[in-house]
T-cell receptor, first 112, second 112 residues
Framework: NAGVTQTPKFQVLKTGQSMTLQCAQD?????MSWYRQDPGMGLRLIHY???????DQGEVPNGYNVSRSTTEDFPLRLLSAAPSQTSVYFC???????????FGQGTRLTVV | GDSVTQMEGPVTLSEEAFLTINCTYT??????LFWYVQYPGEGLQLLLKATKADDKGSNKGFEATYRKETTSFHLEKGSVQVSDSAVYFCALTDTGGFKTIFGAGTRLFVKA
């Protein structure tokens, strides 16, 4: 039972580079989200999706894009990486409203 | 907007001590409340939850009661173990259920 799978686990980018963080879930969950975790700030919501074809912005969306073409996948794209995007990124999914979120293992991103 | 405030850490306790981690929230409507735990190098996992006022969530010896009158959801455990060392996050989902808002996290160290 894989749950939520994120790749890669670690990544180093140069300023200005672009990349995509992958997230896949095998639980047929409708709701998926991306968070970033920074010291002393908890988890902040970047983007979320309530189903295939539907996405919306969270608390800190600038510099990131998402799409949801299938129920299973919810990739996060960094358009032009900046040092301020150095963080640990978590993808999460849940089955219905107000229920437990299942998290991936995280991607540690460093932008130099 | 909705927010969650939890006590700053780190919290350092000796094994078998009593644990309290305070959490208060600001929300419109009737949010669901959660405690998540993050062990080193891992994603978050649900510890317990409560979906309405006066509900008590419990798991692995941890408890928290949803207090609407004080807008609080404090985490307690009667006797902590070294294996409880982790970061604990208080969280709420808004009334619509689409977003989960996290507190900053409280790191707990338990000494043998």
């Amino acid at each position: 039972n894989a749950g939520v799978t994120q790749t890669p686990k670690f990544q180093v980018l140069k300023t200005g580079q672009s990349m995509t963080l992958q997230c896949a879930q095998d639980m047929n969950h409708e709701y998926m989200s991306w968070y970033r975790q920074d010291p002393g700030m908890g988890l902040r919501l970047i983007h979320y999706s309530v189903g295939a074809g539907i996405t919306d912005q969270g608390e800190v969306p600038n510099g990131y894009n998402v799409s949801r073409s299938t129920t299973e996948d919810f990739p996060l794209r960094l358009l032009s990486a900046a040092p301020s995007q150095t963080s640990v990124y978590f993808c999460a999914s849940s089955s219905t409203l107000n229920t437990e979120a299942f998290f991936g293992q995280g991607t540690r991103l460093t932008v130099v | 907007g909705d927010s969650v405030t939890q006590m700053e850490g780190p919290v350092t306790l000796s094994e078998e001590a009593f644990l309290t981690i305070n959490c208060t929230y600001t929300a419109t409507g009737y949010p669901s409340l959660f405690w998540y735990v993050q062990y080193p190098g891992e994603g978050l996992q649900l510890l317990l939850k409560a979906t309405k006022a006066d509900d008590k969530g419990s798991n692995k010896g941890f408890e928290a009661t949803y207090r609407k009158e004080t807008t609080s959801f404090h985490l307690e455990k009667g006797s902590v173990q070294v294996s409880d060392s982790a970061v604990y996050f208080c969280a709420l989902t808004d009334t619509g259920g689409f977003k989960t808002i996290f507190g900053a996290g409280t790191r707990l160290f338990v000494k043998a």
